[in-house]
């Protein structure tokens, strides 16, 4: 369950018109089924016409099948988060992470690594997942480096990340994720011990020892004072960033 512990959300909300044509474009090619129309407009509805969870959504349905009885089941799947959750808006942005393929989900994860509004250039990015070992074995006789691009075009399009760069022949060139995202990234690397992220004075608490990823972004945070309060462990994967510029200093301790 997720609790907001920010300010509450601002955004614009579309008409039902207008998300159930954003949501169609995203989900369809051509005209949309008509038996898909009424629970469809449904589904727009308990978005409450947010336009970054009808993407969210419409990513989600993309790789679902296009029947009457499966959008239901997102509908009723919907309805109960909304009901339960204390932030519906992360609830529902909950729903398309947790179905994802568990191959995918350490790469989601991953971004929130990166700072707020930060683009990460996507041969860094490919990197980092080979490394982490997110991108373990070849398919279809394609490199590493392959495989990691298809998963990398799999979460853009479920709009789970954000393409912010394409190259001319459509290369993936630099990504970011929505900040409302990277909230639930942050939240779900905390709850599955995947990655602590520490944005003030650099200090671990102790219940953090069990967590084998962290990342420092604040403004005043040297490697020397981050690796002397680290926890001692096997293996621990250490970033840190400095918030005045675009770099970032990554270590393998």
Excluded at 96 to 108: I, V
Aim: charged letters at 25%.
């Amino acid at each position: 369950m997720y609790a907001n512990t920010c300010c509450p959300h601002e955004m614009n909300h579309l008409s039902l018109e207008n998300g159930w044509k954003l949501l169609c474009d995203k989900v369809f090619e051509h005209d949309h089924p008509p038996e898909l129309e009424e629970i469809g407009k449904e589904l727009v509805e308990k978005c409450q016409g947010l336009p970054l969870t009808i993407l969210v959504i419409a990513g989600y349905l993309s790789k679902v099948a296009r029947t009457l009885e499966s959008w239901k089941d997102v509908a009723r799947t919907l309805s109960v988060i909304i009901a339960s959750h204390p932030d519906k808006y992360l609830g529902v942005l909950g729903l398309s992470y947790h179905h994802l393929p568990n191959r995918l989900k350490p790469c989601f994860l991953s971004m929130g690594d990166f700072p707020e509004d930060f683009q990460v250039d996507t041969r860094r990015l490919i990197k980092l997942w080979i490394a982490e070992g997110f991108i373990r074995t070849s398919e279809n006789g394609k490199s590493l480096e392959e495989v990691a691009m298809d998963y990398l075009e799999d979460l853009i399009s479920r709009n789970l990340i954000q393409a912010r760069k394409r190259i001319f022949n459509g290369e993936i060139k630099a990504c970011a994720m929505h900040d409302l995202l990277r909230e639930l990234c942050l939240i779900e690397s905390e709850m599955t011990k995947f990655m602590h992220v520490q944005r003030t004075h650099p200090t671990i608490p102790t219940q953090k020892q069990n967590v084998c990823r962290f990342s420092f972004q604040t403004n005043f945070c040297l490697a020397d004072d981050c690796c002397k309060i680290l926890p001692p462990c096997y293996k621990i994967y250490l970033h840190i960033f400095s918030l005045g510029s675009t770099s970032s200093t990554p270590y393998a301790l």
